[in-house]
């Protein structure tokens, strides 16, 4: 025992260890002493920390804290990482560059990664009119990216042009354009309820009359098709499947009619780099509703294994 | 007291100094914190808060609780060191290691058994065994675990045959302690310590082996080629073993350790522990006193051995407390002694409180084995031992093929240009075969409705689709669920069968979302 007791302390008698005088039920805390190693554990871990506050940033100072001998900061941790990420993607983004978009799905693994690159820069780019989940709007005209309806064409190629021509973006020669003509003051409500009943008809909303049909055929069909098949050529809607950009009610068809709605897409040529926009084209064309380049049946090589 | 350097008396619980020749004091009231004791400086009187460690300088000994240790020594560090080197043949797609935590590929491998992550249960059931399994011993025998099994006392152990090995016995050790330093010093104290880096070395080493394949990483190992986290490890275990096995030794079990105390809690007066027969033993004397007059002394001579050859330089004599380890070599030590000065054995002995007090009465001694049948033993075994066997039965009969589904939140559902609902899924085919199969993946509750998948297109859509699992992966896939228009919102199920002998099947409930009821 280490503890010499002092004179007049009350001691415990079978170890002859001094109390503390600390008490609870009956139970008692004796002094024993601790080992010596205990206290230069502790006198080590003093000294580390001295050298950790000289060698790491450590004490708050009025503008900034001490800034460490290392030049250690967390912000350099991931601007390393960071450019670590970059030197490990190069290869990829290289192989990515190199590569036509339609002879991707040749490639699965790095059709995967242009998949997963695609997915991240939508995240920043995108969602913020298409949804995060690509489901677009219908109440604001955003187009749902991953049904089977495509204005202006769902494969490969298509979206990758779209994506980088936009739609109706002012300043680019080959941006995808349409126009629908507004009939607001072009026909009178018979007219136009009639044409409405016509347009409803091709998804059997409605049920078809001749005034309608004769409305449509001179004003309409050069465009949307016969049938209301639309024509992607032109950016036509199709007006005979379920899906409505601008809702399917006959009041919210109606204002298309006489006061048409158009939405805009930016193009994102020099404002993403080539190899995002392929990722993003890839991306979108994953989503569910892709279609095959028909084109690339020149090549007996591939055999494509998804059939629109 | 049994402390001569305590110049001391207790009267009514309050010190008077006196004369250390008048001083005695009952050693076998001593309680668990004696233990400290030992490491009073014989003189001059001791720092105030702190005191030093005091090497134990263990003397060798023989006898059956030796040889015991020594078995157990060598089959413990066996199992150790030699465990990853054994090969398992599992096919070509799995390691051929018989144990292998595979950490980056999220596997553990223990022979015929292959576990998964989400499996981690049978690994907690493991822990749970291994807890109870503590209790048992504790119950049962003690503080064994502490005394014969604990790493600490193997590797503590064996670094104190090392001490022996190049420095000789207990007073060779004593005398080379107090030595000055000397070339011959210096040179002993290099080659012991050398002999622990090397050991303590060839610990870490062997550590690193049960998460790589062993002669894979010993040849990275050495050519530099491993990863840093091998080498932090290696450093790190040969610097606790180097330290804790070398130096610290019983100040772990005394100090650092919580199991001492939570085995202290879990002793009781039926548990068995290494006991001085202080009825049988007192009033000690020497040898040459109690032949003199044998009527007024025990049969402890006072020769010290037990304190000699105690790897935590306790004395027992004090009685139970936290020091003792329960390794027994005392009871080698006296038992030796008794035989030589003609008493029986077992003045020191595996005894239980129980039996101690009755054979203090005058009762014949109970054998031993009694001590080890008794309810709480036996509650424990059986509890040990049924989820040893749920264990047992529920890998028996896990199944290798699972699914499961989470369906896309955001859109939950989309409509198709023909008016159809789709929804999507992200599946999971779990094959925890070593093998690749072939799986079936099917719809099951969800009329009219076909899937096709991210690989499979939708101009194949059906009722089931076949994909390739990899051997022993998982597979995500994304499927896509197309149910006629008006599909009102349905709980559904996908289902998976294994296309080959086995047929496992396994099922996934989850639930188309369509317009009108989110």
């Known amino acids: 025992m280490a503890n010499k007791p002092t004179e007049g302390q009350r001691v415990d008698e079978p170890t002859g260890t001094e109390f503390v005088g600390h008490e609870w039920d009956g139970i008692e805390e004796l002094d024993t002493p601790m080992p010596r190693w205990w206290v230069w554990t502790f006198y080590l871990t003093i000294v580390w920390a ?38 490990a993607q190069q290869s990829f983004r290289e192989q990515l560059a190199a590569i036509d978009v339609v002879k991707l799905q040749d490639n699965p693994q790095l059709m995967q990664q242009a998949v997963a690159g695609g997915a991240a820069a939508f995240k920043v780019n995108c969602v913020q009119c298409h949804g995060s989940g690509a489901a677009g709007s219908q109440g604001l005209g955003y187009p749902n990216l991953a049904d089977d309806d495509w204005l202006w064409g769902g494969d490969l190629q298509a979206i990758e042009y779209t994506l980088i ?110 190899v995002t926009i392929k990722m993003l084209a890839v991306y979108v064309h994953s989503l569910g509703g892709g279609e095959d380049v028909m084109e690339v049946a020149e090549d007996p090589a591939v055999n494509p294994d998804e059939q629109p | 007291m049994s402390n001569p350097d305590k110049p001391i008396e207790i009267e009514g619980g309050v010190v008077k100094m006196v004369d250390p020749a008048a001083h005695s004091v009952s050693a076998a009231t001593a309680k668990p914190e004696a233990a400290t004791r030992r490491h009073a400086p014989e003189e001059p009187p001791p720092a105030h808060l702190y005191e030093k460690q005091k090497t ?149 080493g062997a550590w690193i082996m049960y998460f790589a394949d062993a002669p894979t990483l010993t040849a990275d190992f050495w050519t530099g080629q491993a990863a840093p986290v091998a080498y932090t490890t290696v450093a790190i275990l040969t610097l606790t073993t180097f330290v804790l096995g070398g130096f610290m030794r019983e100040q772990v079990c005394i100090y650092m350790c919580p199991w001492p105390r939570i085995q202290t809690a879990m002793l009781d007066e039926k548990s068995l522990i290494v006991t001085y027969k202080d009825w049988r033993g ?102 040990w031992g049924s989820i040893g066997l749920a264990i047992l039965f529920a890998l028996g009969v896990r199944n290798h093929t699972e699914i499961s589904a989470s369906p896309d939140r955001n859109p939950p559902f989309m409509l198709m240009s023909d008016g159809s609902i789709r929804n999507a899924f992200t599946l999971k085919v779990r094959n925890m075969e070593s093998r690749p199969r072939d799986m079936q993946i099917g719809l099951e509750g969800l009329p009219g409705a076909v899937m096709w998948t991210g690989e499979i297109g939708r101009g194949d859509a059906a009722v089931t689709q076949v994909i390739k699992a990899q051997a022993d992966q998982t597979k995500t896939i994304r499927a896509y669920v197309m149910a006629p228009a008006d599909t009102p919102v349905t709980d559904f199920r996908f289902t998976v069968t294994s296309l080959d002998e086995q047929r496992e099947t396994d099922t996934s409930e989850t639930r188309f979302s369509a317009p009108g009821d989110n």
Request: with cysteine.
């Open chain 2, 56 to 204: 134990v300088h263990n003397q060798r000994i023989d006898g059956r609780f030796r040889r015991f240790k020594w078995a157990v020594m060598i089959l413990t560090l066996a199992v150790y060191y030699i465990t990853p080197w054994i090969r398992w043949d599992r096919g070509p797609y799995a390691p051929d290691q018989a144990v292998l935590v595979d950490l980056a590929g999220r596997r553990f491998y223990m022979f015929g058994i292959e576990i998964w992550p989400h499996e981690f249960y049978f690994v907690a059931g493991l822990l749970i065994m291994a807890g109870i399994g503590l209790f048992l011993v504790t119950s049962a025998v003690g503080r064994a675990w502490c005394g014969y099994a604990c790493p600490q006392t193997v590797w503590t152990d064996l670094f104190q045959h090392i001490d022996r090995l190049v420095d000789g016995d207990r007073n060779a050790r004593i005398r080379l302690d107090a030595a000055p330093w000397g070339p011959s010093k210096i040179a002993r104290r290099a080659l012991k310590w050398t002999i622990y880096l090397v050991i303590s070395f060839w610990t870490g």
């Open chain 1, 50 to 87: 001295a050298v950790y506050v000289v060698l790491y940033p450590a004490l708050p100072m009025l503008e900034k804290g001490t800034e460490g001998i290392l030049g250690w900061s967390s912000r350099g941790d991931l601007a390393k990482d960071m450019s670590a990420a970059d030197l």
């Open chain 2, 282 to 383: 007192e009033p000690r004397g020497s040898l040459k006193k109690a032949r003199k007059e044998p009527e007024k002394f025990g049969d402890c001579i006072d020769c010290k051995q037990c304190i000699a050859v105690c790897p935590t330089g306790i004395d027992i004599r004090e009685g139970p407390q936290i020091g003792c380890i329960t390794c027994a070599l005392c009871i080698d030590a006296c038992d030796r002694v008794m035989a030589d000065i003609g008493k029986p054995r077992g003045l020191i002995d595996y005894a239980t409180l129980e039996d101690c007090e009755k054979e203090a009465a005058g009762e014949e001694p109970r054998p031993v084995w009694k001590a080890l049948l008794r309810p709480r033993t036996i509650a424990y075994t059986m509890i």
């Open chain 1, 165 to 274: 021509h936009g739609i109706r973006q002012q300043g680019d020669d080959q941006t995808r354009s349409s126009i629908m003509p507004p009939f607001a003051g072009v026909f009178s409500d018979e007219e136009l309820n009639a044409i409405t009943d016509h347009v409803m008809s091709f998804s059997k909303m409605a049920n078809s009359n001749p005034l309608g049909a004769e409305i449509y055929a001179n004003n309409c069909a050069s465009c949307h098709g016969a049938n209301g098949m639309g024509d992607r050529a032109q950016g036509a809607p199709n007006l005979s499947d379920a899906i409505w950009l601008y809702g399917n009610s006959r009041a919210q068809i109606q204002s298309q009619i006489l006061a048409p709605r158009m939405g805009m897409m930016p193009k994102w040529e020099g404002r993403l780099d080539p």
